[in-house]
Nanobody, 125 residues
Framework: QVQLVESGGGLVQAGGSLRLFCTTSGGTFTTYNVGWFRQAPGKEREFVASISWGAAVTMYADSVKGRFTISRDNAKIMVYLQMDSLKPEDTAVYYC??????????????????WGKGTQVTVSS
């Protein structure tokens, strides 16, 4: 059974940085795209960033472009989300997710079927 686990969240002041971690068990990690999503209170879950199976292709939401960096280390079975220049509006629960089908990439939530339980990121002003 595929499981994803996020970590690295916390409380940080505006302008600060955090690094999120996502690891997975079950299935073949190296053939799957991994995405990061977030959900703020009272809002729908939204796409943040994704990285293809070989790390050749990355995608970012416009709201985080230039501030967040997604990367992965397949040998360590880990995906990272480096978040710099954080803003209060980045406050949310952050989730990593994996699609059902290997070798597919994108930002559509509907294509991601395996989800972690999330990690809270709070940015104070």
């Amino acid at each position: 059974q595929v499981q994803l686990v996020e970590s690295g969240g916390g409380l940080v002041q505006a302008g600060g940085s955090l690094r999120l971690f996502c690891t997975t068990s079950g299935g073949t990690f190296t053939t799957y795209n991994v995405g990061w999503f977030r959900q703020a209170p009272g809002k729908e879950r939204e796409f943040v960033a994704s990285i293809s199976w070989g790390a050749a292709v990355t995608m970012y939401a416009d709201s985080v472009k230039g501030r967040f960096t997604i990367s992965r280390d397949n040998a360590k079975i880990m995906v990272y989300l480096q978040m710099d220049s954080l803003k209060p509006e980045d406050t949310a629960v952050y989730y990593c997710a994996r699609p059902l089908i290997p070798y597919t990439s994108g930002d559509a939530i509907s294509s991601y079927v395996y989800w972690g339980k999330g990690t809270q990121v709070t940015v104070s002003s």
